[in-house]
């Protein structure tokens, strides 16, 4: 896979969500990012573009770092 592309900490992105009180189709209102790619990135079966992570870390309130997974 391209360098280009992240690993999601999947629960670290679910617990934020959840924490906000956003379901996964207000989240993807919000960042304009496909209900399916959230849920994908919820469970592990996708990773994030950059800008991807940026949007969501944006809307969550929180630094892209935050929703990086460690290796």
């Not at 207000?26 to 960042?31: F, W, Y």
């Not at 079966?45 to 892209?64: C, F, H, N, S, Y």
């Amino acid at each position: 896979m391209s360098s280009r592309f992240t690993k999601v900490d999947g629960e670290r992105l679910r617990q934020l969500r959840r924490e906000r009180a956003l379901s996964q189709r207000d989240l993807s209102r919000l960042t304009g990012i496909a209900h399916d790619s959230i849920s994908q990135l919820e469970t592990g079966k996708r990773d994030a573009q950059p800008r991807t992570i940026r949007k969501l870390a944006e809307v969550l309130g929180v630094e892209p770092i935050e929703l990086m997974k460690e290796d």
